[in-house]
């Protein structure tokens, strides 16, 4: 499957239902070593003159070791046919089995990282900036209790978006 680069001003979708209730993979390693994992907590905007994303990843997941060990990672979004990959992506550590296998998805690499060939948008961002949550930081103290009952924060990663890729 071919994909296209765009400019990134020729987008227009609606974020909160991309991410929030469609979903995403986010991706990182090469060749030698990937992960991916699902999300629907992240965000898109502009910082620092940059177009940019947000995404946020809890210390236990796998794919945190590969964001963290590499200076890009992949956003990938993706029709409906795939809304059982990404449950697969979403419950299935790759640290017990090859869960895009189970998944289904082929790796398309891009730009020094990874995405799936079954993608059809790609996002390659490049990290700026990453800091841990935590809890002392939270203004609506309810919501360390009701998304945190394990302690377990996330780190978020604010990252530009370098490239955009469509399927043609």
């Given amino acids: 499957m071919a994909f296209k680069e765009i400019d990134i001003r020729e987008l227009s ?33 502009v910082l620092w003159g940059k177009y940019v994303a947000t995404a946020y990843i809890r210390p236990q997941r796998y794919t945190k070791e590969f964001v963290d060990k590499n200076d890009c990672f992949t956003l990938s979004f993706y029709g409906d046919t795939y809304r059982e990959a990404l449950n697969i992506c979403g419950t299935l550590s790759g ?46 103290k309810e919501n360390d209790k009701k998304w945190y009952p394990e302690k377990d924060y996330h780190t978020m990663y604010i990252a530009e978006i370098v490239n955009v890729l469509i399927k043609e």
């Fill in 13 to 45: 979708f609606n974020p909160f239902t991309k991410i929030g209730s469609e979903w995403m993979l986010v991706t990182a390693g090469n060749e030698l070593g990937f992960n991916t994992m699902t999300a629907s907590w992240g965000g898109l905007g």
């Fill in 95 to 140: 640290r017990d089995c090859n869960k895009t296998e189970k998944a289904g998805l082929t790796p398309y690499f891009v730009s020094g990282t990874t995405a799936f060939a079954e993608a059809d948008l790609i996002f390659v961002c490049k990290k700026l900036y990453a800091d841990h949550m935590p809890p002392e930081n939270f203004i609506a």
